[in-house]
């Protein structure tokens, strides 16, 4: 039997775990007057990626999933942000700002995507289990279709 947690499989949060140790070791070249203030800032959002979609992903609903990702989502624009500071700063190159920037962006349209898949599978889920409400009112019961169970 494998051992592990569901969200270790997932790409997403693999992806964001080699993002967030990217950001770690960049922010080792930043000046020590920024340690408690942007380096603690874009550490501590790149990390809160891969903590939400893991969070999120052992949650109770495909809807708390969605939720989490969003707030995923959400550190990630600020670690985009504080990217651009540390480069307006020259903390970082041009190069280091460009690379971080597109291994952002890749990882953004990811979790867009599967937090749109989220969305999808929820609603397919409604889907069936109305249509097996129906079925079985029908069916099992004898009951019109009318009826609706909440």
Known sequence: MEIGFKF????????????????????????????????????????????????????????????????????????????HKASKRKYISEIEFNQLYENAFNLMNMMVAFKKKIQLKRVIISNLRTQLEKTLLTSVFGLPTQIHLS
């Open 8 to 83: 270790e499989k997932l790409i997403i949060w693999q992806k964001a775990m080699v993002f967030g140790e990217d950001i770690d070791a960049l922010t080792k070249k930043f000046p020590a007057n920024e340690l408690y203030n942007l380096s603690s800032q874009i550490r501590r959002a790149a990390d809160s990626i891969a903590l939400n979609i893991s969070e999120g992903s052992i949650g109770q609903s495909t809807l708390e999933f969605k939720k989490f990702m969003g707030y995923a989502i959400r550190s990630l624009a600020e670690v985009v942000t504080c990217l």
